[in-house]
């Protein structure tokens, strides 16, 4: 493999640890102060917190996933792992992917009514979308001996992300 793949390999897998601690960090900070609100709000009492666990559980669960999928396969592309290749790959493709459908899928939200954030949105994922899509460039391909049955684990990855998605819409 050429010099130049090497670096963006090696870029990419410290893009994808940087970035899934990053979110790890913001989904459990986020999730910790929706707590906090809650347990202030019921007298500084834990009880009725259990109504709660399903819509935090809907709403951080494949934040989460995602996050830490990030860590562990920027970890194994640094090694020259075949599966940090195909867990990066569906990272790359399948994060933008739930970007778009959840904001689809919410009525509510600003995808509706575009506007100057919702288009940096929308660029910032075509830019994820095109790095997935680098992970398919014949000296990645060749370096990881790519057959039919990896691409069908990350088609498989990509539909259980996409069933997810509509099980678990806000």
Known sequence: MRKTYNIIEKTISIVLIVS???ILWL????LLDKLDIVVRSNDNSYSGLSHYYYG??????????????????????????KNGWLLSAIVFIGFPISILLRNWL?????????GNST?????????????GV?????????????NS????????GLGIIIVDIYVFKK
């Open 20 to 22: 899934g601690i990053f």
């Open 27 to 30: 989904s459990l900070d986020l």
């Open 56 to 81: 935090y559980f809907r709403d951080f669960h494949l934040v989460v996933i995602f996050a830490l999928l990030s860590i562990i396969s920027g970890i194994l592309l640094l090694k020259s792992k």
């Open 106 to 114: 919410n009525p509510e939200s600003d995808f509706h009514n575009p």
């Open 119 to 131: 288009v940096i949105a929308i660029g910032t994922t075509i830019l994820l979308l095109l790095v």
């Open 134 to 146: 680098l992970h398919f460039a014949k000296p990645f391909k060749k370096k990881y001996n790519v």
């Open 149 to 156: 049955k990896d691409i069908l684990f990350i088609l498989l």
